[in-house]
T-cell receptor, first 113, second 111 residues
């Protein structure tokens, strides 16, 4: 599903570094989400945005921040990365005008050393 | 917030047999219950969903049932095939459109 893209796909960084993960979508959806996936823990919601001026914390927002630059773009930042932020990160989108189906991007695999 | 528990965490079935995954949720206001399939190295993709005004929904070899009174819902896969091997996630949401996911079930279909 090339409608939701994430960059980079893989990233290795060091403790204390600032890193930004980017998500873009061409689906025209107004809602966007950032999730973190760890083995055995499923998908945990970090932040979500229902439109450009709306930003909300999810279950595990500590240590993360987001920016909704446009309806099609939603970025996740780690201001000072730490090793336990090593995980697989997914962006997702949904359309408020129809069903609540969320469409996921391909994921970004992040390793913090 | 909503708490979704999913069982079992792993499931191994013989090709052609059925697989059942069960989830329970805590918030009686939840009204939307999707199931996602994640193949190895891929993104989660919706395979079926059900709303609280429906008790059962079927799509070819997969079906989902919902028991609102008991607050649980289940995914049923019949005539399993090797391509059904994946991690399956259940989820629940309310009017706020935030999905709370279960921890996932790794299904392995043995040839």
């Amino acid at each position: 599903d090339a409608d939701v893209t994430q960059t980079p796909r893989n990233r290795i960084t060091k403790t204390g570094k600032r890193i930004m993960l980017e998500c873009s979508q061409t689906k025209g959806h107004d809602r966007m989400y950032w999730y973190r996936q760890d083995p055995g823990l499923g998908l945990q919601l970090i932040y979500y945005s229902f439109d450009v001026k709306d930003i909300n914390k999810g279950e595990i927002s500590d240590g993360y921040s987001v920016s909704r630059q446009a309806q099609a773009k939603f970025s996740l930042s780690l201001e000072s990365a730490i090793p336990n932020q090593t995980a697989l990160y997914f962006c997702a989108t949904s359309d408020s005008g129809s069903q609540e189906t969320q469409y996921f991007g391909p994921g970004t695999r992040l390793l913090v050393l | 917030g909503e708490n979704v528990e999913q069982h079992p965490s792993t499931l191994s079935v013989q090709e052609g047999d059925s697989a059942v995954i069960k989830c329970t949720y805590s918030d009686s206001a939840s009204n939307y219950f999707p199931w996602y399939k994640q193949e190895l190295g891929k993104r989660p993709q919706l395979i079926i969903d059900i709303r609280s005004n429906v008790g059962e929904k079927k799509d070819q070899r997969i079906a989902v049932t919902l028991n609102k009174t008991a607050k649980h819902f289940s995914l049923h896969i019949t005539e399993t095939q090797p391509e059904d091997s994946a991690v399956y996630f259940c989820a629940a949401s309310k009017y706020d459109y935030k999905l709370s996911f279960g921890a996932g079930t790794t299904v392995t279909v043995r040839a």
